[in-house]
């Protein structure tokens, strides 16, 4: 009786190497896969991160704007295709109220927002809220997102939403309707869809 033990023949070992690879490379696509879609999923939670950080700091402008009878009865808000500008409240602890311009615009694909020095002095204001409204300005920008595209904005005014840069709404016994809150869409690179916030003027 013959004990020796058989081994393997080389088309077994071809087989079982051949099985082994083709397991090898469906399970690194499958791998590979999966990192690749985590790396996109970051991505596009890092996007949205970015602008629901650029819309929080709208809201918290948006909520100390200033009324009309603080500044002497100027504009306190207007909205132009890719840019919003308004006029906020400064409050500092044991100082008083003081008035800032604020501004944010696109350009080239950067949302960004500057803010002039806070002031109690008018003439002060009306300079730097034509500074703001000019195609330059000394104030230092704040990058909020480097990837957007379009920035939309209407206001609510006279019981409708009005486009950025539509004429103002007249009341009756005469004047202009002064908006009382504002809406801002935002679009990023890339993307079909845009994301949209209203904000509520002087609700802080």
Known sequence: MDTRRRGFTLVELLVAISVLAIVAVLGWRGLDT?????????????????????????????GRIA????????????AQPGRLTMVRMVFAENQPARAQV????????????????????????DAAWIEALGPSTKAPAVVLHNNVSE????????????????????????????????????RLRDRPASLVKIFLLGAA
């Open 102 to 125: 604020v501004s944010y615009r696109i350009a080239d694909g950067v949302l960004m927002r500057r803010e002039s020095v806070p002031t109690r002095n008018l003439r002060e204001l």
């Open 34 to 62: 999966i990192i690749r879609s985590r790396a996109a999923l970051n991505e596009e939670l890092e996007q949205t991160r970015g602008l629901q950080l650029a819309f929080a700091q709208m809201q918290a402008d948006c």
């Open 151 to 186: 920035m939309a904005i209407r206001t609510w005014a006279g019981g409708n939403w009005r486009p950025a840069g539509a004429e103002p709404v007249q009341k009756p016994g005469g004047g202009v309707e002064e908006p009382t809150g504002v809406e801002v869409s935002l």
């Open 67 to 78: 009324m009309k009878e603080d500044i002497g009865g100027r504009s306190m808000l207007l």
